[in-house]
C-alpha cells in the first residue's frame, strides 16, 4: 500500500512539473517571446542584451530600450528607477507584459551586477545563437 501511495504521489508530480514546463523558466528572449506566441497581458521575464543606441530617455523616470538574442528584437518601456549598471550592450532581465501594440511594458528592470557576471540563462541564450566567447571579454556584445 505505501508503494502504490509513493507510485501515485510520483506520476502526480511528474504531471505537475510537466504541466508547468513553460512557466518554470527563468525568462524568455525575444525570440521565445515571437516564437511562443504569447498573448497580451500575460506576464513574463524577458532577457537578453541592451541593443547599443536604444536608450532613450522621456520625460521623469520614463525610459525606452530594445532587448536584443542577436536574433530578434523587442521594444521595452519602463517607468522607473533604472539600476545603477544598467547600460547598453549589457545582460538585462526585465518582467511585465507585452501590450496590444506588440511593445513590452516592464515594471521591474534587473541589470548585471559586476563586470564578470552575466546571468546564466543570458549567456546560455547567447552561446545558443553563436555569438557568445567565454575567452573574450566583450564576447557577450553583439557583433
Known amino acids: 500500500m505505501i508503494g502504490t501511495a509513493g507510485g501515485v504521489l510520483a506520476v502526480a508530480a511528474g504531471l505537475i512539473l510537466f504541466a508547468l514546463t513553460d512557466q518554470i523558466v527563468f525568462f524568455n528572449s525575444p525570440t ?19 541593443k547599443d543606441g536604444s536608450v532613450v530617455r522621456g520625460q521623469g523616470s520614463a525610459v525606452e530600450f530594445v532587448v536584443t538574442d542577436t536574433n530578434r528584437d523587442v521594444k ?6 533604472l539600476p545603477d ?18 511593445q513590452f511594458r516592464a515594471d521591474t528592470v534587473l541589470a548585471k551586477h559586476d563586470e564578470t557576471y552575466m546571468p546564466k540563462e543570458v549567456a546560455d541564450a547567447l552561446k545558443k545563437q553563436g555569438v557568445w566567447r567565454h575567452d573574450d571579454p566583450d564576447a557577450a556584445k553583439p557583433q
Open 76 to 81: 521595452v518601456i519602463y517607468d522607473g528607477i
Open 32 to 50: 521565445d517571446l515571437v516564437e511562443k506566441s504569447i498573448p497580451p497581458g500575460q506576464r513574463i521575464r524577458l532577457g537578453g542584451l541592451v
Open 85 to 102: 549598471l544598467f547600460r547598453e550592450g549589457q545582460g538585462v532581465v526585465t518582467e511585465g507584459a507585452v501590450g496590444t501594440d506588440g
